[in-house]
């Protein structure tokens, strides 16, 4: 069961997130400046966590993602995002790096067991931003003329990595908030337009993009490289011009949901291989909880 749930920026408070305590199948906020979306894989507990708070003109927004395959990870996500959300409403905080270090530091202290990512931003009504990230879990710039990776995931550490390096790279954590983590984050800030987008989301998102190849064709698996690790061509290719957030979110869901089906009709099972070319892109779905945070400037 499906839920979508109201209310609206424009209060002087705004607080609303979605965790594994919520009881649909999916749940969606939105409205024209801002979309929250959770939805766990099918039949499973969702170990991904979305938010967004307002404060005195000031938005903070957030998604996290529980590792799985590790004890309480759905706890871990749920508990360090109640550590941003308390720390947020106490204190008057900035779109600064100060300000992200110490909500990151909130949401580690938060936390009991598990571990979890965590990437969120920081909004001022006058546009500035700074956002930060912990783990794999991206955060984009969406504007007219296309898209920018900024934070979550290392994913713009290797320009051109070899195709066999970035498919087994893909399902590895890079870092993760849990007892063993050493402080460090990753943080860019900037200055959003009118209509330009941040959008944050788990990796259930954005690793079924498109990812960009050096070649149309299929050479050498050896000698093949992946150009564009964030999937943003294809990001700023179906975001770029749309107004409302929610109208972003809905885009994003179905573009998932198209990629699970068509791996279910390209590929056999048990898969060989999980992935396809396709005119100079790799196509290489997967399945997992999905967490969406979408803010438009206006």
């Known amino acids: 069961m499906a839920k979508v749930v109201g209310g609206s920026l424009k209060r002087k408070i705004f607080r609303r997130s ?3 305590k919520t009881k649909f199948s999916e749940m969606t906020y939105a409205e024209k400046r801002l979309a929250l979306f959770l939805k766990p894989m099918d039949g499973k507990l969702c170990e991904d966590v979305v938010f967004a708070a307002k404060k005195k003109g000031t938005l903070v927004l957030g998604v996290l993602d529980g590792v799985g395959g590790e004890a309480f990870g759905y706890v871990a996500a749920h508990t360090a ?17 100060d300000s ?9 202290e938060a936390m009991e067991k598990g571990k979890t990512t965590l990437s969120l931003a920081i909004v001022e009504k006058s546009g500035r931003f700074a956002c930060g990230a912990v783990g794999d879990s991206p955060v984009y710039l969406i504007k007219k003329d296309g898209a920018s990776f900024l934070c979550g ?7 051109t990595p070899l195709l066999h390096t970035f498919l087994k790279k893909r399902f590895r954590l890079s870092a993760c908030l849990s007892e063993l983590w050493n402080g460090k984050f990753e943080f860019y800030e900037g200055r959003l337009q009118k209509g330009d987008m941040l959008a944050l989301m788990t990796d259930g998102v954005a ?3 498109a990812f960009k190849l050096n070649s149309k064709k299929s050479p050498e698996f050896d000698f093949l490289k992946v150009t564009d690790i964030a999937g943003v061509e294809e990001l700023g290719r179906i975001l770029s011009g749309i107004s409302k957030a929610g109208e972003a979110v809905n885009v994003l869901v179905e573009l998932v949901r198209k990629r699970l089906k068509e791996l279910d009709e390209k590929c056999e099972y048990p898969y060989d291989d999980d992935f396809w070319y396709e005119d100079g892109y790799l196509i290489a779905p997967k399945e997992d909880d999905m967490a969406i945070a979408i803010y438009i400037h206006r």
Request: aromatic residues 18%; negative net charge.
């Open 18 to 20: 979605f965790s594994y």
């Open 81 to 97: 995002m109640e550590g941003v959300l308390e720390a947020f409403c106490q204190y008057s905080l900035t779109a600064s790096k």
């Open 100 to 108: 992200i270090s110490f909500l990151v530091q909130r949401a580690y």
């Open 153 to 159: 995931g290392g994913r713009d550490l290797e320009s």
């Open 207 to 209: 690793d079924n993009f």
